[in-house]
């Protein structure tokens, strides 16, 4: 079974860090671009920023550049998602997600096939 699994969510307060970790199973997503989207309640999932394959390109929204990185692990097949100076409007269930083959980085959620549960992120003020 093909699957991602998300860990590193929790609570935090603002002005602090966390890593949210993202781990593939049943396949390798070493050819694909990977990213993270978060959705708060009642809202649209967003992009929040995306690797190429090769690690060398990375992309992010406007309200989390200077603040998140996202890097990747080919070797152990995870993602990860460094989240700096949290603000409370960081508040949403993160997801994980991999694309198709590419050398791209899609910064659209409909390119992205494959998704994780999600884990949710809470910064409190």
């Known amino acids: 079974q093909v699957q991602l699994v998300e860990s590193g969510g929790g609570l935090v307060q603002a002005g602090g860090s966390l890593r949210l970790s993202c781990t593939a199973s049943g396949r390798t997503f070493s050819s694909s671009a990977m990213a993270w989207f978060r959705q708060a309640g009642g809202q649209e999932r967003d992009f929040v920023g995306g690797i190429s394959w090769t690690g060398s390109s990375t992309y992010y929204a406007d309200s989390v550049k200077g603040r998140f990185t996202i890097s990747r692990d080919s070797a152990k097949d995870t993602v990860y998602l460094q989240m700096n100076s949290l603000r409370p409007e960081d508040t949403a269930v993160y997801y994980c997600?991999?694309?198709?083959?590419?050398?791209?980085?899609?910064?659209?959620?409909?390119?992205?096939?494959?998704w994780g549960q999600g884990t949710q992120v809470t910064v409190s003020s």
């Open positions: 997600a991999a694309s198709g083959p590419r050398s791209t980085v899609p910064l659209t959620r409909y390119w992205y096939s494959t």
